[in-house]
């Protein structure tokens, strides 16, 4: 089993960073393709970024595309999401996923089967 924790979510101004990190446990995900989701008040769940298992591709939804980035550490175990230029619309709960069948990155959230508990990101206007 794996688990997720996610951290640094809080609030900001539009216009500010955060970096959001997810750490994982219990086994290396260094070998699946990892990502970052998030859900808004009253909408679904939507992917924001996706690495591959070596960092060496990602996928980033149009919406976030030349502000956030994704990477990861996997000597540490770690996904990262740097937030930049941030917007009231990016307000929701951020989730990390792992692909374990996965070494591409990958858009489709069926395709991820651990997840962590979320982290709540609220960009005040």
């Known amino acids: 089993q794996v688990q997720l924790v996610e951290s640094g979510g809080g609030l900001v101004q539009a216009g500010g960073s955060l970096k959001l990190s997810c750490a994982a446990s219990g086994r290396t995900v260094s070998s699946y393709a990892m990502g970052w989701f998030r859900q808004a008040p009253g909408k679904v769940r939507e992917i924001v970024a996706a690495?591959?298992?070596?960092?060496?591709?990602?996928y980033y939804a149009d919406s976030v595309k030349g502000r956030f980035t994704i990477t990861r550490d996997n000597a540490e175990n770690t996904v990262y999401l740097q937030m930049n230029s941030l917007k009231p619309e990016d307000t929701a709960v951020y989730y990390c996923a792992a692909a374990y069948r996965m070494r591409a990155a990958v858009a489709d959230m069926t395709e991820y089967a651990y997840w962590g508990q979320g982290t709540q990101v609220t960009v005040s206007s």
């Open positions: 690495i591959s298992w070596r960092g060496g591709s990602t």
